[in-house]
T-cell receptor, first 114, second 114 residues
Framework: GQQVMQIPQYQHVQEGEDFTTYCNSS?????IQWYKQRPGGHPVFLIQ?????EVKKQKRLTFQFGEAKKNSSLHITATQTTDVGTYFC??????????????FGQGTRLTINP | ETGVTQTPRHLVMGMTNKKSLKCEQH?????MYWYKQSAKKPLELMFV???????ENNSVPSRFSPECPNSSHLFLHLHTLQPEDSALYLC?????????????FGPGTRLTVT
C-alpha cells in the first residue's frame, strides 16, 4: 500500500536555528497535508498542498510540494520554543465509494534548546 | 478546541475487562476515524467510517470492535486486550467525499492494559 517516508525522525536545535523535515513517496501523490502535534497533545492540521511545485508560507513556516508531486518539505525559520512538537506529513489515499484516508509519515520530533 | 471530544481521557483495564471508548464530533462531518498512536508506530490507522459505513479495516485484531451509530458518534469496543495494546487512541473526523479535507483530531484516550 501507499507509504510515506519522513526524515529525520528526531531533530534537536538551538532556539533561533532553522529546521527542515522531509517527506518522500515512491508514487505520485494527489496532495500532501502537514500536521503538528505538541507534546501531550493531538495532531492539528497546518496546511494542504495540491499543485506541483506549490510553495505556501505561514509566518516562519514554509511548505513545499515537489515538481513531481512525490516529495514535500516543511521549513521553519528561526525556531522558537513554541515550535516544539512532532510534525507529520500525510498523503491522501482514495478508498471505496468516494471515501478517503490519510497515510501518515513517521513524524519528525523537534526539540529546542532555549 | 471542542470540535471532537473523546471519553474517557484515561483508561486502565485488565486483560479480561470489556470497555468502550467514545468519540463525538460537533463539526457536521461525514467521516470518522480511529487511530492508534504508540512509540513504535506514531499514527496507525485502524478504522474508517464514511457516511456511517465502515470502508476500511486496517487488519485490526477482532478484540477491537468499532461502532458508528450515526455520523456524529464513533465507539471502539475493547475486550480481552493485551499489554501491547496500551497506547493513545485518537479519533478524528473530516468532511469528505471525492475531495481531500483536513482531519480534526480529538484529544485521545490514553489506554493502559495491565
Amino acid at each position: 500500500g501507499q507509504q510515506v517516508m519522513q526524515i529525520p525522525q528526531y531533530q534537536h536545535v538551538q532556539e533561533g536555528e532553522d529546521f527542515t523535515t522531509y517527506c518522500n513517496s515512491s508514487t505520485t501523490l494527489s496532495n500532501i497535508q502537514w500536521y503538528k502535534q505538541r507534546p501531550g497533545g493531538h495532531p492539528v492540521f497546518l496546511i494542504q498542498l495540491v499543485k506541483s511545485g506549490e510553495v505556501k508560507k505561514q509566518k516562519r513556516l514554509t511548505f513545499q510540494f515537489g515538481e513531481a508531486k512525490k516529495n514535500s518539505s516543511l521549513h521553519i525559520t528561526a525556531t522558537q520554543t513554541t515550535d516544539v512538537g512532532t510534525y507529520f506529513c500525510a498523503a491522501t489515499v482514495a478508498l471505496i465509494q468516494g471515501a478517503q484516508k490519510l497515510v501518515f509519515g513517521q513524524g519528525t520530533r523537534l526539540t529546542i534548546n532555549p | 478546541e471542542t470540535g471532537v471530544t473523546q471519553t474517557p481521557r484515561h483508561l486502565v483495564m485488565g486483560m479480561t475487562n470489556k470497555k468502550s471508548l467514545k468519540c463525538e464530533q460537533h463539526l457536521g462531518h461525514n467521516a470518522m476515524y480511529w487511530y492508534k498512536q504508540s512509540a513504535k508506530k506514531p499514527l496507525e490507522l485502524m478504522f474508517v467510517y464514511s457516511l456511517e459505513e465502515r470502508v476500511e479495516n486496517n487488519s485490526v485484531p477482532s478484540r477491537f470492535s468499532p461502532e458508528c451509530p450515526n455520523s456524529s458518534h464513533l465507539f471502539l469496543h475493547l475486550h480481552t486486550l493485551q499489554p501491547e495494546d496500551s497506547a493513545l487512541y485518537l479519533c478524528a473526523s473530516s468532511q469528505e467525499r471525492d475531495r481531500a479535507y483536513e482531519q480534526y483530531f480529538g484529544p485521545g484516550t490514553r489506554l493502559t492494559v495491565t
